[in-house]
Each structure stands twice: as structure tokens, then as C-alpha cells.
């Protein structure tokens, strides 16, 4: 014996520790849009991850900066993601809250804008889209608009 701990000894607390290190950190969804019913966000085939099929949570970073097929996405349920970003030429329709939510990780809690977007909200009671920071980038380093339209509102900080 050459005093080397045998692989198979060792694997599974490496394995696990592995596994729980990933799910900490949690997915990075990219809006596809390609539903053929609707522009919701709970509606998995909107969106892409190396996960799998579903959308994104709490501790997943939401990429929204696909406006082919669908440039509307609807937050048809109160939803919290770790960080987002909205890209230009996309519409959010704040039908529920939306919540970007720091967790102990530095760095989260961004909300940023990538040029033109446009937050709105049908009726009804006023919905909100809160972070921790929001960036602003200019796509054509001229101007970005941050548009909010009825009774939708960006609330940054605590």
C-alpha cells in the first residue's frame, strides 16, 4: 500500500458537499419567451437554465434580454429572485410584485436596466418591483428610459 486513501473512501462527502455548494448558489434563467400560451413567468417553457425546465426563485439570477418572440414578460404571481437583469426593448408587466432580494452573497440584490424598458401594470392595486441596487446602462451610451406606467413602482433600498 502506498499510503494513498483509497478514491471511493471520500467521494460521497465530496459529492454532497459539491451538490449543497451549487444549489447555494442557485441558476442563472435566460427569458426565451418561446411559450405558445403566454408571456407568464411561472410558465417554464419561457425560460432557459441549465437546471432544467423551470422558472427562476429566490436564489436564481432572472436574464430577461430576449425580446423575440415575446418582448412582454408577466409577473403573474409575486416572485423574488436573487438578481435581474431587463435588457432593452423588453415590457414588465407588474401584474404582482417582484422582489430582486439579497442574500448573504456580495453582489446580490442588482436590478439592472440594459437600455429602454418599459414596467407597467393593467389595474388595480399598485405593484411593485423592489431591489436592493439598481444599475442603469445606456445601450446606445446616449440615453436609457426606465418607464413606469399606471400604478407600477421601483422601490430601491431598504
Not at 116 to 123: G, M, T
Request: negative net charge; aromatic residues 8%; charged residues 15%.
Amino acid at each position: 500500500m502506498t499510503g494513498r486513501v483509497p478514491r471511493a473512501g471520500c467521494a460521497p462527502a465530496v459529492w454532497g458537499f459539491l451538490i449543497f455548494a451549487s444549489a447555494a448558489l442557485g441558476a442563472v434563467y435566460n427569458w426565451t419567451g418561446n411559450s405558445t400560451n403566454d408571456g407568464n413567468w411561472s410558465t417554464t417553457t419561457n425560460w432557459t437554465s441549465v437546471g432544467g425546465l423551470t422558472y427562476p426563485g429566490s436564489s436564481d439570477d432572472a436574464v430577461i434580454n430576449d425580446p423575440s418572440p415575446r418582448s412582454t414578460v408577466i409577473v403573474n404571481a409575486d416572485r423574488t429572485v436573487r438578481n435581474l437583469s431587463i435588457g432593452d426593448g423588453m415590457d414588465v408587466q407588474l401584474d404582482n410584485n417582484l422582489t430582486v432580494n439579497p442574500t448573504t452573497t456580495p453582489g446580490t440584490g442588482k436590478l439592472e436596466f440594459n437600455g429602454s424598458v418599459d414596467l407597467w401594470h393593467a389595474s388595480g392595486s399598485t405593484k411593485t418591483l423592489t431591489a436592493e441596487w439598481m444599475i442603469v446602462f445606456s445601450r446606445d451610451q446616449d440615453y436609457t428610459t426606465v418607464t413606469t406606467e399606471a400604478s407600477a413602482n421601483i422601490v430601491v433600498g431598504s
